[in-house]
């Protein structure tokens, strides 16, 4: 049985972090981790695995490197890596004219293929390690994406877009046609491994109520399977929303009516909600995932944490690539501290790294197995080193304290930082290594 031993400072979470009271996080400037066979079995101090007999000579050490469980991404578009950064639209025209066009090119087996890797591989190197993840509305990307998962043994929800209208010919399918393949997909991947299915209409303004009905009873024979969609992102989309379900008493009722709100429900974005939308999330136990630097991109507005936290949301963080600026969760947390800012609100740096790690695990009931390091959960983490950029490392040398530094390290980091990459205990993603 081979063991990895390796060295570094580390930082992981039992539960919500209370910075005052040092409370539900861990944080050892000097650390040994060992995992075996994929699995954590101790994070222990190098005083405390020397004093056991272990022998430091045989650690793996990086010097000025920080262990942190893998990032989780709980919202994300395998196909939009080619529309980041597209020009001056709001949501629904730069569907129309940026992500539309581009999805359309998955129906080319080997182009589909092709982006699934390049994308898996952009997460790892943004220390990545799990996601919940919009495939296309093509069957065979969804298989392409879960195959590339299951090479890299990687956690992975995901799941093939379905659509029934308001979309070009080229992205649409029959009512029959989705259901059909959404059934054959989690047949082939639910539960295979690391791998978990979520039924995946894009969101209502694309789905008749006839799918949604379809989807939400999917959905109630199989309670394991996810949902993923996005709500209330746009204002436009809102008004678009309701004329299309002038039945509903508003967008969270087009779902709830049609029993996609369940505790495994992630909807992306949900800034524009009332309050009886929100306690309606919070009884049937959703979450919202919060996708800031999306938010700002679009121009879709700004997600008010703290109302959504009062109501009893449960919150995840994402990237929402392509609308998403970066694949980086550090920018993203960077983008979502400064969207708080000019709401008069705060992140403290814990909570954010919280967020994406344990808390997204928690979101994605994912917690027994990812999120933090330790001991039994398997051995996804990422190694940072701040020297890898000098302007993070100049003003490390400024900061006070962990709490500080944190801080730093989530406004000036991005994938420059993250020095090792590991899936279930198996190396797979280098960055330079150090000067
Ligand atoms: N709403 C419907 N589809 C999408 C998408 O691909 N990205 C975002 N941000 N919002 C959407
Ligand atoms: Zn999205």
Redesign the pocket.
């Known amino acids: 049985m081979t063991e990895s031993h390796l060295r570094a400072s580390a930082l992981t979470f039992t539960d919500v972090p209370d910075p005052a009271s040092g409370r539900g996080y861990r944080y050892l400037t000097d650390a040994v981790l060992t995992f075996r066979e994929g699995r954590i079995s101790a994070l222990v101090s190098a005083e405390d695995f020397l004093q056991a007999g272990g022998d430091l000579a045989r650690c793996e050490h990086f010097p000025g490197g920080l262990m942190l469980p893998g990032f989780i991404d709980a919202h994300v578009?395998a196909p939009?890596l080619g529309v980041m950064a597209s020009y001056g639209r709001q949501?629904l025209d730069w569907?129309e004219s940026y992500?539309f066009p581009e999805e359309a090119r998955f129906a080319d087996e080997a182009y589909a293929g092709q982006q699934m890797e390049r994308f898996l591989q952009a997460l790892l190197a943004h220390g990545t390690t799990a996601a919940m993840v919009?495939s296309t509305v093509h069957t065979h990307a969804a298989d392409a994406l879960f195959e590339a998962a299951a090479r890299r043994n990687m956690c992975l929800i995901g799941g093939k877009v379905i659509t029934d209208r308001n979309v070009p010919a080229v992205l649409s399918e029959t009512l029959d046609e989705g259901l059909r393949a959404t059934r054959d997909l989690i047949e082939r991947w639910h539960g295979q491994g690391r791998l978990r299915y979520a039924v995946t209409p894009?969101?209502a303004?694309?789905s008749t109520a006839a799918q949604l009905q379809l989807a939400g009873e999917l959905l109630s024979a199989r309670t394991d399977v996810y949902l993923q969609t996005?709500l209330s992102?746009n204002l436009l989309?809102v008004q678009k929303t309701g004329l299309l379900f002038p039945e509903a008493k508003d967008y969270v009722d087009v779902y709830d009516r049609h029993g996609l709100c369940g505790p495994r429900s992630i909807f992306?974005?949900g800034i524009h909600l009332s309050e009886r939308e929100l306690d309606l999330l919070a009884t049937r136990g959703c979450s919202v995932a919060f996708?800031p630097t999306?938010n700002l991109f679009?121009g879709s507005g700004l997600l008010d944490v703290a109302r959504l936290r009062r109501h009893g949301v449960s919150m995840a963080v994402a990237t929402?690539v392509?609308?998403g600026t970066s694949v980086s969760m550090l920018r993203t947390l960077a983008e979502g501290y400064k969207v708080l800012q000019l709401q008069g609100q705060s992140w403290h740096p814990l909570d954010a790294l919280y967020s994406i790690t344990l808390g997204n695990a928690r979101v994605l009931q994912l917690d027994a197995h990812i999120g933090s390091l330790c001991p039994g959960k398997d051995a996804d983490l990422v190694i940072v080193d701040p020297s890898r950029s000098s302007l993070l490392a100049g003003r490390l040398e400024t900061c006070a304290g962990i709490d500080e530094r944190l801080f730093a390290m989530i406004m000036l980091g991005d994938d420059r930082i993250i020095r090792r990459t590991y899936v279930a205990g198996v190396p797979v993603f280098d960055g330079p290594a150090p000067i």
Do not use: K
């Open positions: 578009h939009q949501l569907l992500t919009f894009r969101f303004i694309t996005h992102e989309e992306a974005h996708c999306s679009l929402d392509g609308a």
